[in-house]
Structures are given as structure tokens and as C-alpha cells.
């Protein structure tokens, strides 16, 4: 088992920045792959990033891609999201994840952190 705690939200401005933080309680094979989703009312939720934490490989969504940077630090067992140039529709309960996987591709999300909620106010 894994629990996933998610810290760092909050609101801001379009054009600022916000660092969300998720901590892992243990390292095991269920954090071999760790993401990021987001949920915003009324849409499904959405994988915005996934790192495979043993060669540091990442997939970034369209959406956020040049814009948030997924960071780890496994001494800790934390992920991070840095969000720069925040816009409005970046306006959701964002996620932390995290599952088994042989490689980047193959991630299997499978554990879930609360959920913080970032607000982007125009």
C-alpha cells in the first residue's frame, strides 16, 4: 500500500507560478511510475505528467507541455509540479499517482493522493 499526500495549492493570478508537493509514504513497486492528474468541474480527469522514477523519463499533456515541469526527489520520496505561466483553465483539484510499471509507457496508476485545488483567477 502507498498513501500519497499532495500539498502546495492554492490561488493565483494568470501568468503565476505555484510548486505542488507530494510525499510518498513508502518506495516500493507501486512507486515506480508517479503522475500527476487534474480534475476540473464538469470534466473528466486528466494525466497532465508521468515520470518513471528509475531512469527519470517523463510524458507531459499537450495542454501543460513547456509550461509545468514534474520533479523528483527519491531521496525524500517526493514528486513535485511546477507550474509556470499559470492560466485560467489550469483551474482544477490536481492529483498525485502512483503505480507499478516496466517503463514510462507502461505506467499503471493505481494509488491516489486527496487531491489539492489550484484556482488561476484571469
Known amino acids: 500500500q502507498v498513501q500519497l499526500a499532495e500539498s502546495g495549492g492554492g490561488s493565483v493570478q494568470a501568468g503565476g507560478s505555484l510548486r505542488l508537493s507530494c510525499q510518498a509514504s513508502?518506495?516500493?513497486?507501486?512507486?515506480?511510475?508517479m503522475g500527476w492528474f487534474r480534475q476540473a468541474p464538469g470534466l473528466e480527469r486528466e494525466e497532465i505528467v508521468r515520470?518513471?522514477?528509475?531512469?527519470?523519463?517523463?510524458y507531459y499533456a499537450d495542454s501543460v507541455e513547456g509550461r509545468f515541469t514534474m520533479t523528483q526527489d527519491n531521496a525524500k520520496l517526493m514528486v513535485y509540479l511546477l507550474m509556470f505561466s499559470l492560466l485560467p483553465e489550469d483551474t482544477a483539484v490536481y492529483y498525485c499517482?502512483?503505480?507499478?510499471?516496466?517503463?514510462?509507457?507502461?505506467?499503471?496508476?493505481?494509488?491516489w493522493g486527496q487531491g489539492t485545488q489550484v484556482n488561476v483567477s484571469s
Open positions: 499517482a502512483s503505480g507499478p510499471g516496466a517503463w514510462v509507457g507502461d505506467c499503471k496508476f493505481a494509488y
Open positions: 513508502v518506495r516500493s513497486d507501486s512507486t515506480e511510475c
Open positions: 515520470l518513471y522514477t528509475a531512469d527519470g523519463a517523463r
